[in-house]
């Protein structure tokens, strides 16, 4: 069974240019959650999807971030005009089942944003 | 403000013997607990995780351990082994219906042959 895939492995962009990172959760799995890790900070909450419906968004920084998340399938997360701060690693994570305790997070590999 | 905190960011111990990695939080909300192991250029694994309602949770080498009244768990892994050698984060979440989990900022364990 193929894991959590996420599409470029690596992006360096320059500041004020369009960047658009793509998730493929585990197939049959209904939530999509998207987290961020800047250099030398925590793993962070940006938002999740239940299918195609954004079940709670509270982690996005601000309005140039945008998730898709089109057919319940894939994700989409793009940032557009991208800044500095946004330099960091961007995970993707899926689960089978509605969320709650014993229900685990599958991670993709993440895409390291250099913002330069 | 940070959640969960992991104040050791580098554990180094021999393999065979004991690693202790630990993890304090603030949010008396949080009542669900869950260890991740990461390996450079992956994202993170789940390894084990914790109920509110227990305060250890046994799964073969892996034993995680809470205490609700001072907000502090910790991980132990016995015999450590070489393959262990990984960053280690500590993640919370309220549970419920709303899943989303606060982590620390990771521990670097390195265990030496």
């Known amino acids: 069974e193929a894991g959590v895939t996420q599409f470029p492995s690596h992006s360096v962009i320059e500041k004020g240019q369009t960047v658009t990172l793509r998730c493929d959760p585990i197939?049959?799995?209904?939530?999509l959650y998207w987290y961020r890790r800047v250099m030398g900070k925590e793993i962070k909450f940006l938002l999740h999807f239940v299918k195609e419906s954004k079940q709670d968004e509270s982690g996005m920084p601000n309005n140039r971030f945008l998730a898709e998340r089109t057919g319940g399938t894939y994700s989409t997360l793009k940032v557009q005009p991208a800044e500095l701060e946004d330099s960091g690693v961007y995970f993707c994570?899926?689960?089978?089942?509605?969320?709650?305790?014993?229900?685990?997070?599958?991670f993709g590999s993440g895409t390291q944003l250099s913002v330069l | 403000d940070q959640q969960v905190k992991q104040n050791s960011p580098s554990l180094s111990v021999q393999e065979g013997r004991i690693s202790i990695l630990n993890c304090d939080y603030t949010n008396s909300m949080f009542d669900y607990f869950l260890w991740y192991k990461k390996y450079p250029a992956e994202g993170p694994t789940f390894l084990i995780s914790i109920s509110s309602i227990k305060d250890k949770n046994e799964d073969g080498r892996f034993t995680v351990f809470l205490n609700k009244s001072a907000k502090h768990l910790s991980l132990h892994i016995v015999p450590s082994q070489p393959g262990d050698s990984a960053v280690y984060f500590c993640?919370?979440?309220?549970?419920?219906?709303?899943?989303?989990?606060?982590f620390g900022k990771g521990t670097l364990l390195t265990v030496n042959p």
């Open positions: 197939s049959g799995h209904d939530n």
């Open positions: 993640a919370a979440s309220p549970g419920g219906s709303n899943y989303k989990l606060t």
């Open positions: 994570a899926s689960s089978q089942d509605s969320p709650g305790i014993g229900e685990k997070l599958f």
